[in-house]
């Protein structure tokens, strides 16, 4: 799988001469065979409108003017702590513990699935992944309170195999303990992972577990940067991941 090296100050990808030889040959090494994990927020699901809109509430309980979900979506991948150390110009560290992010967790959790919607393409993956009898699991940094509740109102919590949450373990990704977990409860090996995420967290974890790794474009984290990422796929649709895994 591709290594990560300094080079000239830019981080570049190293690949094994296996792995070179399979992309030159265009061979695939992803199988039906394989077990997929997926990240939720900017992968599985949209869902910048709710955390905006609960960011919003507090900057107008202070205010402050609101902000776009176009404006703030790149903040996301950062949680609540980015959402609100970008908004009042705060130091994460400072964010992190401020009353500020206590009140847009709450008003998120009143309202966690109003605007959230899957991916376009997505029920049709996981659609396509359960009827083949393929298992696959969600790896989120997300803390269960929160998780648990989004993933009902989506209709998705009973279908998946296993959900690891960014308070399941006392580690959260880019650790690769929580993936390496998840494939334990699911008594697969991390061989056999493909973990498909939208944040370079998501693939230095899923890398550092040993599993294949896809990157997608449609989440928040920038286009630009995601080459530097070294995923072993890159992709901008969920039909791509299902053509990967045929």
């Known amino acids: 799988m591709p ?16 792995r070179l030889a399979i ?5 695939n090494n992803i199988s039906p065979e394989n077990t997929f994990l997926f990240d939720l927020d900017g992968t599985l699901a949209d869902t910048a409108p709710d955390l905006i809109r609960a960011l919003n509430t507090v900057l107008n309980e202070e205010n402050r003017q609101s902000i776009s979900v176009d404006e703030g979506r790149w903040w996301v991948a950062g949680g609540s702590t980015r959402l609100i150390s970008e908004s009042f110009a705060l130091h994460p560290s400072v964010s992190a513990k401020s009353s500020f992010r206590d009140r847009l967790l709450q008003h998120y959790l009143t309202g966690i699935c109003v605007e959230t ?14 009827s083949c009898g393929s298992p696959w699991g969600i790896v989120t940094n997300k803390p269960t309170r929160f998780t648990i509740p ?9 279908r998946a195999a296993v959900v690891v949450s960014g308070d399941t373990l ?11 977990y998840a494939c ?8 056999n992972c493909i973990y498909v995420g939208d944040d370079e967290r998501d693939i230095i974890a ?3 577990a040993g599993m294949n790794t896809i990157a997608v474009n449609w989440g928040y984290g920038k286009p630009e940067e995601i080459p530097s990422w070294c995923a072993d796929h ?7 991941i299902l053509s990967i895994h045929r």
């Open 23 to 27: 992309i030159q040959t265009g061979e």
């Open 117 to 130: 919607t899957l991916f376009e393409g997505i029920d049709d993956l996981l659609e396509s992944l359960d």
């Open 184 to 191: 334990k409860v699911m008594n697969v090996s991390a061989l």
């Open 150 to 158: 989004l993933l009902n109102a989506l209709g998705i919590a009973s």
């Open 206 to 208: 899923g890398s550092s």
């Open 170 to 180: 006392s580690v959260a990704k880019p650790d690769p303990a929580p993936l390496l």
């Open 3 to 18: 290594t990560r090296t300094r080079r000239g100050g830019q981080l570049s990808c190293a690949l094994s001469q296996t």
């Open 234 to 240: 890159v992709v901008s649709s969920a039909s791509e």
